[in-house]
């Protein structure tokens, strides 16, 4: 089952603008990590935030955590056409004893960014 | 940076067949890799956790007998969908996790498109 949601589903934009996504989980993580996928392709890795960080920068990327509120956010500043793609939030952890959750990823629903040039 | 190939990218088959897909982790080693299943428009939904040397643990509802996953080595899982049927059509995704330590991101593999007639 799904960890958390995303919001907005979809967001749709001009080049140039900023778009912000944001993510909510419901159990405590070690990590949080953000994800782009291209239609019909592969998901690349984008960001990692753990759980003791509160922001985190990646070029035009800017995430942050509020384990408080179980929520993270992602924003793509001057956003371009090339990042049109679905984005995904999946969170880490905790990697308690048992080892079937060490390393998995629970992932949210996504949100379809349209960057229109 | 860390590279997965998944292989092949696309399968048309018949209703019957049983179909491999391949997940290779190109220039590190990988004791834990995973798979995912993707319907169109949904997000990701992980099917099995592959580990080196052992069996593979499978999340709830999927079907052991259905997905034959081998992880005989360090670079190497594959996943096995036999006597798919139309039910078994999905975008279906492998990862690894680059080590060492549990704060790393996962790497994916671009996917399979199993089309089954």
């Known amino acids: 089952s799904q960890q958390g949601e995303e919001d907005p589903q979809a967001l749709s934009i001009q080049e140039g603008e900023n778009a912000t996504m944001n993510c909510s989980y419901k159990?405590?993580?070690?990590?949080l990590q953000w994800y782009r996928q291209n239609s019909g392709r592969g998901l690349v890795h984008l960001i990692l935030?753990?759980?003791?960080?509160r922001e985190k920068h990646s070029g035009r990327l800017r995430v942050t955590l509020d384990t408080s509120k179980k929520s993270s956010s992602l924003l793509i500043t001057a956003s371009r056409a090339a990042d049109t793609a679905s984005y995904f939030c999946?969170?880490?952890?905790?990697?308690?004893?048992?080892?079937?959750?060490?390393?998995?990823?629970?992932f949210g629903q996504g949100t379809i960014l349209t960057v229109h040039p | 940076g860390a590279v997965v190939s998944q292989h092949p990218s696309w399968v048309i088959c018949k209703s019957g067949t049983s179909v491999k897909i391949e997940c290779r982790s190109l220039?590190?080693?990988?004791?834990?890799m995973f798979w995912y299943r993707q319907f169109p428009k949904q997000s990701l939904m992980l099917m099995a956790t592959?580990?080196?040397?052992?069996?593979?643990?499978?999340e709830q509802g999927v079907e052991k007998d259905k997905f034959l996953i081998n992880h005989a080595s360090l670079t190497l899982s594959t996943l096995t969908v036999t006597s798919a049927h139309p039910e078994d059509s999905s975008f279906y995704i492998c990862?690894?996790?680059?080590?060492?330590?549990?704060?790393?991101?996962?790497?994916f593999g671009d996917g399979t498109r199993l089309s089954i007639l």
């Open positions: 592959s580990n080196e040397g052992s069996k593979a643990t499978y």
């Open positions: 159990t405590s993580i070690n990590n």
């Open positions: 935030i753990r759980s003791n960080e």
């Open positions: 220039d590190f080693q990988a004791t834990t």
């Open positions: 999946a969170t880490g952890g905790p990697f308690n004893a048992g080892g079937t959750s060490y390393g998995k990823l629970t």
């Open positions: 990862s690894a996790r680059e080590p060492p330590g549990r704060n790393q991101p996962q790497h």
